[in-house]
């Protein structure tokens, strides 16, 4: 495995695919899925040309953004995230991914005001509703955004989506595509808090049909790091 190859073949796939969608490379965000990498892995994809790493684990987020602290990385949290771990990351991350009630957002919004910031978060939404996933359905997300309103400490820059795995990624193009729409419309109802402006979806499966509909960060672990050692897609 050549990580740095693997990084170089993923950032052309990308900018073929954003071309074809009528975007420019630069604008889609490549996440690199670290999640059980040891350090020399991650920061060999970050001296290959990746800046953004995405964690799945608190406690591996915050140990190897220590470890990599020389490095200039953006960091994002983009598993699911239990209300007492939210004090570990919350003035390390650039962006967390995956906010899919309340009492998260408002343990988000203590903590982050105790730092004198604002967090920028993305709502995880559930498409597929796929009981074994995280996330907002369909039916709740416009009252959802609106109940963010009552957050000072809190900025929601878009959405974030795990789509059902498919051994044919054309089968859940219908998942991206009702995204996007869900996105743009959301755009559209100017909430006071809420900047739409990002939209994750797309992983090592499925990344390039997901920016053909919309997507601007995509989140990419096996194709750039290889199969982890335990049974879960990424």
Wanted: aromatic share 8%.
């Amino acid at each position: 495995m050549n990580i740095k190859e693997n990084v170089e073949l993923i950032l052309k796939r990308t900018a073929d695919a954003a071309r074809r969608s009528g975007k420019e490379p630069e604008d889609i965000t490549v996440i690199a899925v670290s999640k059980t990498v040891d350090f020399i892995s991650a920061r060999e994809a970050v001296e290959s040309g990746i800046s953004n790493l995405g964690e799945n684990r608190v406690q591996e987020f915050v140990n190897k953004y220590e470890q990599l602290s020389d490095l200039n990385i953006k960091w994002h949290m983009i598993g699911h995230l239990q209300k007492n771990k939210v004090k570990y990351i919350i003035d390390k991350a650039e962006l967390i991914h995956s906010v899919e009630n309340l009492e998260l957002a408002k343990e988000i919004n203590k903590r982050a005001a105790q730092y004198n910031l604002v967090a920028h978060v993305l709502i995880e939404l559930n498409i597929g509703e796929e009981d074994s996933k995280f996330g907002i359905n369909e039916e709740n997300v416009y009252d959802f955004v609106k109940s963010m309103e009552q957050f000072d400490n809190i900025k929601v820059l878009g959405f974030m989506t795990v789509a059902p795995y498919s051994e044919n990624p054309e089968n859940i193009r219908w998942v991206f595509r009702k995204m996007k729409e869900i996105f743009d419309k959301t755009a559209l109802m100017n909430f006071k808090n809420a900047d739409m402006k990002y939209l994750s979806m797309g992983m090592t499966n499925d990344f390039e049909i997901a920016i053909e509909e919309g997507s601007n960060i995509v989140r990419i672990g096996t194709a750039i790091f290889g199969a982890r050692k335990y049974k879960e897609e990424e």
